[in-house]
């Protein structure tokens, strides 16, 4: 009952910057936690960053320094700025929440992902 919408992907050169956006809407009430994954052909869905509704960030080896993930409660809304991108940084990426639904039970939600490719 959570819906995600993506936006921001597109084509950047190596070294160059994008911020992906992601709005939630729904049964937002109750969203602990959102962030960013990303996959590409032939590989699993890998976490890139995530953050609480505290404020709390954890981010992947792989773009620790150069990704910073934020959120905007009021607006429902969680952001990826990226910079310093590299073409192993091409992939779909997708935004993910977890709403709690009882005491020891989430939900896990994703929006349908935004092309991010960076060319050399």
């Known amino acids: 009952q959570v819906q995600l919408v993506e936006s921001g992907g597109g084509l950047v050169q190596a070294g160059g910057s994008l911020r992906l956006s992601c709005a939630a809407s729904?049964?937002?009430?109750?969203?602990?936690?959102m962030g960013w994954y990303r996959q590409t052909p032939g590989k699993q869905r890998e976490l890139v960053a995530t953050?609480?509704?505290?404020?709390?960030?954890n981010y992947a080896d792989s773009v620790k320094g150069r990704f910073t993930i934020s959120r905007d409660n009021a607006r429902n809304m969680v952001y990826l700025q990226m910079n310093s991108l590299k073409p192993e940084d091409t992939a779909v990426y997708y935004c993910?929440?977890?709403?709690?639904?009882?005491?020891?039970?989430?939900?896990?939600?994703w929006g349908q992902g935004t092309q991010v490719t960076v060319s050399s």
């Open positions: 729904g049964s937002i009430f109750g969203i602990n936690a």
């Open positions: 953050i609480t509704s505290g404020g709390s960030t």
């Open positions: 993910n929440a977890h709403r709690r639904t009882g005491v020891v039970t989430t939900n896990t939600y």
